[in-house]
């Protein structure tokens, strides 16, 4: 299946973000076809190209602090392990490790060079302002030791690796894939860790990148490593990549078995078997039916919008209708000091830093507080309001009042 089909185009009702949609991608992962199982718009609109907006691919995803840490950490442990890799360390124990170590200058070192190339891919992000960004930068700075001790504890429960095998010489100075093609940077690897290991089932059009896979003579251990919460999913994700393993007849032409599959956390490791053969038939059937499903979901006109309540977390929820015709139906918190979103149109100004907003659904009107009188809601604007904290006034517990924070976005409907 091509990757780019006819333009398409999604009407948001958001000034600025008609969304060209993206058809089906020539080959899908475990996490995205996770993602437009729960969402095929959050999918299609998280890939969509918005030219009036920016001319960079997918909408601008305001950058929660949590998950830059943890990418923060994945990335310096991927970039340890392949400097201990290319030195032929056994162990983050040995002599040789130390000295890896000290040429990259640190655990915390590492971080901090990670976390700043990170950071750069955040400029130009229109829902980022300066001020937020300069308090991201420093927050993160401030949890660089926090960083360093999750990095050491994970690459301290790593079992010992085995010495790399040199690779065959392939005659010609390429890799072949047996299809005839070739293929940069895929061959058969040989005995040995081989980090950051990209995988693909052509046939499945189903691909991976392994956080650490380690061959020797019995088979394959593969390893991820997660840096939030434990999750029934993380094995799921495991038996994909054992399937991947199973499939890829450039990386493993000889189908050298799986043995052991690992899910390493912050503070512990959890093993599951490896599936043998049935069960990897059985789970080679469901990602055939599943992508096929991803595909017709994500080709039609107007791609499903499936509500759930991770809604309020998703980053593409100021451009979802159903997301805030469904919201307009609820009531405003009633508890003080309690974060929602809210559409609504400004009809007045009520003071230097408080405007009248008639809200969406026939709710009445609130109140809305700015954090200061320079940041000002446009007259007559509809708008969608991602953000703002619930405040019950003493005197009068029945007012309805929102007060915007710093990070507070708000977004101008088309056509108001």
Known sequence: MPDVNEPRTFETGVDHSRAVLPGAPHSWSYSTL???????RRYSLSRASYPELWDRRGFPQAPVRAALFG????GAIERILRALVAADCT???SAESVAVLKALGGYTA??????????????????LPAERRRRLDRELRDRMPDAR??????????????????????????TRDDGGQRASGRREITNGPHPELDLAAESLRLVGRIDLL???????HITDFKTGAEDP??????????????????VNPHRRPCLELRAAYP?????????????LAELESQIVARIHAADDSVETESPDARLSDRCGLCGVRPLCANYWADLATAAVPSTDGEWFDLQGTVVNQNGVKSWIVELEGGHGSILVRTPSPSDSLPLGKSLRLLGVRRVIDPENPDSLIAAMGTRTETFVLAGT
């Open 71 to 74: 990418d923060v950490v994945h």
């Open 110 to 127: 590492v971080a901090e060079q990670v976390l700043a190339e990170r950071l750069v891919q955040l400029d130009g992000n229109p829902r």
């Open 149 to 174: 001790g999750e990095i050491q504890e994970y690459l301290s429960r790593l079992p010992t690796l085995p010495p790399a095998t040199p690779p065959a010489p392939s005659g010609d100075g390429n």
């Open 233 to 250: 999913s993380h094995q799921e994700q495991l038996l994909t990549y054992a399937l991947l393993w199973a499939q890829d007849h450039v």
């Open 214 to 220: 380690t061959l020797d003579d019995d088979g394959a």
């Open 34 to 40: 996770k993602e437009v199982e729960a969402c095929p």
């Open 267 to 279: 503070n512990r490791d959890s093993v599951f078997p490896a599936p043998v053969d049935d069960a």
């Open 91 to 93: 162990s983050v124990k």
